[in-house]
Nanobody, 116 residues
């Protein structure tokens, strides 16, 4: 039974920071490609960042590059997304994704709202 649980979403002022966490279970986490996606109301879900089991970064879109950092701790079955210098346009539901055994698994998402 695969389960991905995100946490850390909150209301934050522009320029603030948040750190999202995603804990995986029912999966060989150390062999899974982990990613963060986000989806704002009325918009398509977009990739924010991905990371391979060895820790290689897949990509950062220009909209978050230099502000967001993805990392993982395989010993704790956890992937993180550090978000700095947050902007109102970063407001979205952030989802954790695991790729393993040819299948994608998704968490329920955590809400990030950037507003003054």
């Amino acid at each position: 039974q695969v389960q991905l649980v995100e946490s850390g979403g909150n209301l934050v002022q522009p320029g603030g920071s948040l750190r999202l966490s995603c804990i995986g279970s029912g999966i060989t986490f150390s062999r899974s490609v982990m990613s963060w996606y986000r989806q704002a109301p009325g918009k398509e879900r977009e990739l924010v960042a991905g990371i391979t089991p060895p820790g290689h970064i897949i990509n950062y879109p220009d909209s978050v590059k230099g502000r967001f950092t993805i990392s993982r701790d395989n010993a704790k079955n956890t992937v993180f997304l550090q978000m700095n210098s947050l902007k109102p346009e970063d407001t979205a539901v952030y989802y954790c994704r695991a790729g393993y055994g040819g299948t994608d698994y998704w968490g329920q998402g955590t809400q990030v709202t950037v507003s003054s």
